[in-house]
């Protein structure tokens, strides 16, 4: 193959709605994949469909899904030409004006040579040639000839809930994550003095929870544990409340000989349209699963951001005390249970 003629014919076939990328192989020992399965948002599947958010997938991720191998390959020295578009099927280029030459392997069946002469018609110039074994050497021989590839079926992609074509959906999907970013980066902005704030306040209420007796608190982890699922911000173009920033933290108490017991005081920040910002606080004691013992949620201007997290503050520290007694309890219950021994 001459390589900048092959490269020239495979981007023009390359459509609107294909991502077309090409490159040599990195051969690794070792190497970090692809974001997870977890990066695919199911609500962008169900507003833009499978294959737009397929698509912006494998263009986030090209690099690890398809030019890296472990360097056991290394002999292979492979150059790739990745070209995925909707049809979820085998595609061909037009590699007529890149061929110069084709060498067959030993093992070609002289049944193929009617297939090897049909498919050849295309390219007349190209020199054909078939290696071949003799005492123990290697030589070519002059033949003609290539096996016909076969094609394999995918299947059909789960539309989206959106109309449109591949090529609009796709669109529509960047569209949406680039405003998304614009919109998190004015939001980070926003909500970053409260969020101090809130870490702080936080921080204060786990050197309270250390003295508590016959327990372990853990440091103060991010997590927006305090929002209700249904109320968490969704990915670009998922229908919903426009939610452009959330973050929290919440900081954990546990008996010292057994975990059974957990609980937990949880804040959050949501940055809304128009400037507000949304807060959250919750106190939970778990088991098996969380029960909720308090709650509290409310909207303030980015103005009167100080002011509400100092009082949710407030609130969620005198809360969690108040939860001592309760927490008290249940961890006598478990340990009459026989679930543990409080330790001295």
């Known amino acids: 193959m001459d390589h900048d003629r092959l490269l020239e014919s495979f981007l023009r076939h390359a459509g609107p709605v294909s991502l077309a990328c090409h490159a040599p192989v990195q051969y690794l020992n070792g190497q970090t994949g692809p974001s997870t399965a977890s990066d695919i948002d199911r609500g962008q599947v169900a507003e833009f469909g499978a294959d737009a958010v ?47 030459g084709v060498i067959l392997s030993p093992r070609f069946s002289e049944e193929d ?15 054909v040639q078939q290696l071949r074994y003799h005492h123990r050497r290697l030589f070519l021989a002059p033949f003609e000839g290539f096996p016909p590839s076969s094609r394999t079926s995918y299947g059909q992609k789960p539309p989206g809930r959106r109309e449109g074509s591949l090529a609009e959906r796709f669109l529509a999907l960047q569209h949406a994550e680039s405003e998304a970013a614009a919109q998190y980066r004015d939001a980070e902005v926003l909500a970053r003095e409260p969020l101090e704030q809130l870490q702080e306040g936080l921080s204060a209420l786990e050197a309270q929870l250390r003295l508590w007796p016959k327990t372990h608190t853990g440091p103060v982890w991010p997590g927006v544990a305090a929002i209700p699922e249904d109320e968490r911000a969704r990915r670009a173009g998922v229908p919903g409340e426009a939610i452009h920033y959330q973050r929290g933290f919440h900081c954990e108490v546990k008996p010292l000989s057994l975990h059974r017991r957990t609980l937990t005081s949880s804040a959050a920040i949501q940055v809304l349209d128009g400037e507000r910002l ?28 100080s002011a509400a997290v100092e009082a949710l503050l407030g609130t969620l520290t005198t809360a969690t005390h108040d939860a001592h007694p309760l927490f008290n309890q249940a961890r006598d219950n478990d340990t009459a249970q026989g679930f543990g021994e409080d330790a001295p």
């Open 54 to 100: 397929a698509l912006a997938y494998a263009e986030a991720n090209k690099e690890p899904l398809y030019f890296r191998k472990h360097s056991a390959w290394s002999y292979e020295a492979e150059y790739r030409l990745i070209l995925l578009d909707q049809s979820g099927d085998y595609d061909f280029v037009d590699i007529r004006d890149a061929v110069t």
């Open 278 to 305: 949304r807060l959250y606080g919750l106190v939970t004691l778990e088991d098996d699963r969380p029960h909720e013992v308090w709650y509290d949620r409310k909207e303030v201007d980015a103005c009167g951001a």
């Open 113 to 127: 040579v009617p297939a090897l002469t049909a498919a050849l018609e295309s390219y007349p110039s190209v020199e």
